[in-house]
């Protein structure tokens, strides 16, 4: 956030230091919605305490975005951290934002979310989402297009647009069954029942259950692992 000094956690790295540094100071102008620090060498990218429960407007994608691509520049972070704040992971878009939308503003909003989320799943190093308290929505469908999930023992995940009649347009309804299964995918999206992090991780949507204080650190330590583990280069190629 603007004002705030530079964060560099964990073992020190000069050169990685220097990266960071040159990420925050080009982007110091419009760090509005996010915060950026490093953490051991992984770009750590934190929806800031004061938004409460995050929700991904078109603000919050176009900043995500410009983040993403600065990390992708400097080519030297071994991994990336999409990060909760200390309520809650991102809560899915802004509901008058999208009131506000003409059809042709609605599906240009859609089209954004999708091509980021697109650009997560294909980016060169692992991207994962380190979750706690609410994942719901768009925020489910940006946990989706990371390529790990860390998460909480007392986070919840869920559709809720299923119960409004809504269908999430961020690339949850091709995602989500892929990981989960069609059966319980349906479940999920049509009802909008939100579902526990244990349930969560019995169906394979999370990857590893960690006490709160714990997310950060392990969820570094998980993408770190992928970025230099054969499982992180066979997933890579198939994606090609």
Known sequence: MQGEKPKIKGRANPVIQDSYLRIHHSLFAILNCLDFHSHNSVAVLTFPTDAGYPRLTGSVLSELADLLAAVRQEGLFRGVLIAANSESFAVGADVEELAALDGIAARNFAQTGQA?????????????????????????????????????????????????????????????????????????????????????????????????????????????????????????????
């Open 116 to 240: 980021l989320f697109d650009q997560i799943e294909r980016f060169p190093v692992p991207v994962v989402a380190a979750i706690r308290g609410f994942c719901l929505g768009g925020g489910l469908d940006l946990a989706l297009g990371c390529h790990a999930r860390v998460a909480t023992y007392e986070s919840s995940f869920g559709h809720p647009g299923g119960s409004l009649g809504l269908l999430t347009g961020w690339g949850g309804t091709q995602r989500l069954p892929r990981l989960i299964g069609t059966n319980q995918a349906l479940q999920m999206l049509l009802t909008g029942d939100r579902i526990p992090a244990t349930q969560a991780m019995t169906l394979g949507l999370v990857d590893e259950l960690v006490a709160s204080r714990d997310l950060i650190e392990i969820a570094a330590r998980r993408a770190g692992q992928l970025a230099v583990n054969g499982e992180w280069a066979t997933a890579q190629r198939l994606r090609i």
